[in-house]
């Protein structure tokens, strides 16, 4: 999975903390202020997980993934998102906590590339 960083024009570095070996340390430029952008959340509902957006996630503050918001970046961008189902709202879920997350990395990564957060 590839790692999107971005460099502010006073120059600040954003972008996902990786886990150890799995991408350039963040935490290696500086002084850091993590906030976290979403999580992946259990529905009882739909007994499938979904990504919710956090603070921080740009215009996507307090929304949940969406088929429709899928739609709104290249799909080049999306080659890594695993399966998932399309529910009531175009709400995205996923079978797997793991699904989940490789959606939310993916999703967040896309997004940044799109200039929307």
Not at 1 to 7: A, E, L
Not at 73 to 82: I, N, R, S
């Amino acid at each position: 999975m590839k790692q999107v960083i971005t460099i502010t024009p006073s120059g600040g570095v954003v972008g996902l903390l990786h886990k150890k070996g799995q991408g350039l340390d963040l935490l290696s430029l500086g002084t850091a202020s993590v906030v976290r952008a979403s999580e992946v959340t259990w529905s009882d509902t739909h007994q499938k997980w979904k990504v919710e957006f956090k603070a921080g996630a740009g215009c996507f503050d307090g929304k949940v993934l969406t088929s429709d918001l899928i739609g709104r970046v290249p799909p080049k961008d999306t080659l890594t998102m695993p399966t998932y189902t399309v529910e009531a709202g175009n709400v995205v879920f996923f079978d797997t906590y793991e699904d989940g997350v490789k959606a939310e990395i993916t999703m967040l990564n896309a997004f940044r590339l799109a200039g929307e957060i």
